[in-house]
Nanobody
Framework: QLQASGGGLVQAGGSLRLSCAASGRTFSSYWMGWFRQAPGKEREFVAAISWSGVSKYYADSVKGRFTISKDNAKNMVYLQMNSLKPEDTAVYYC?????????????????WGQGTQVTVSS
């Protein structure tokens, strides 16, 4: 029901825009989040956006470089990633949470996409 895309290989300092397409249900009333998981590491929170799109939250490691947005009419969520660093290399997942509060905990999200690989070369 969630399909992430837009990953790829980019040089340090470059940009990528990830997209997450929702299908099968409308996620307009859900909090949406992006998470990432590097090899050998736990899945970590990257960013989240409220159902209205007004509230946005970021991990300290990406604040000022990444921007999360959503288009409820298109049932899409985006993650614009600028000034990429090698440490941003990971599989990126989009997720949806039905409860009406912010959470950075993966186990509080109800739906997950399949992930898209982002590789940043130095």
């Amino acid at each position: 029901q969630l399909q992430a895309s837009g990953g790829g290989l980019v040089q340090a300092g470059g940009s990528l825009r990830l997209s997450c397409a929702a299908s099968g249900r409308t996620f307009s009333s859900y909090w949406m989040g992006w998470f990432r998981q590097a090899p050998g590491k736990e899945r970590e929170f990257v960013a989240a956006i409220s159902w209205s799109g007004v509230s946005k939250y970021y991990a300290d490691s990406v604040k000022g470089r990444f921007t999360i947005s959503k288009d409820n009419a298109k049932n899409m969520v985006y993650l614009q990633m600028n000034s990429l660093k090698p440490e941003d290399t990971a599989v990126y997942y989009c997720a949806a949470k039905s409860s009406s509060y912010l959470s950075s905990r993966p186990n509080e999200y109800d739906y997950w996409g399949q992930g898209t690989q982002v590789t940043v070369s130095s």
